[in-house]
């Protein structure tokens, strides 16, 4: 998760993740690591959201019972300082949920990662490989 938190691969760690604001590449420029299979969708956001509301809320809520700051400034100050931070931690909050994404083995990373287990395990089975018959993404052999 850290790796992606930084911008960078989740494999490898030396690719960068996005080639444009939030649009995640294909695979790493570094590695070769497939990253078309994640499926971030609306975690990011909610996680922002979540986080620069608590921040701006508590800031808010002190500046009102402790200072006497005129009405005009709080109504600039606080939705300003509310976007740049939601700006700011947008990338990286995707980064990261790619990353845990990623070390989950969720979506079409399941194969890598059991592609990387065995190369590195010589009995040939890996952890995950055990777990639903193979499966890692959470769903049984029967269905």
């Given amino acids: 998760m850290w790796r992606g938190f930084r911008n ?17 590449r294909h695979s790493c420029e570094a590695c ?14 909610y996680l922002v959201i979540f986080v620069v509301g608590h921040l701006a809320g508590i800031g808010i809520l002190e500046s009102e019972m402790r200072l ?16 740049i931070a939601s700006l700011l931690l947008l990338q990286p909050t995707k980064g990261a949920v790619v990353g845990l994404q990623y070390a989950l083995g969720m979506h079409g990373f399941s194969a890598i990662r059991r592609a990387g287990a065995r190369a590195t395990d010589r ?3 890996h952890e995950t490989e055990t777990r639903d ?11």
């Avoid at 960078?8 to 995640?24: A, I, M, N």
């Avoid at 070769?32 to 956001?45: F, I, S, V």
């Fill in 68 to 83: 006497d700051v005129p009405l005009w400034f709080q109504m600039t100050f606080w939705p300003g300082l509310a976007l």
């Fill in 123 to 125: 009995s040939g089975r």
């Fill in 32 to 45: 070769g690591t497939e990253l078309h299979h994640h499926r971030a969708d609306d975690l990011p956001p």
């Fill in 133 to 143: 018959g193979g499966r890692t993404d959470g769903r049984g052999t029967g269905s």
């Fill in 8 to 24: 960078r691969c989740p494999h490898c760690g030396e690719g960068r993740l996005f080639h444009r604001f939030l649009k995640v």
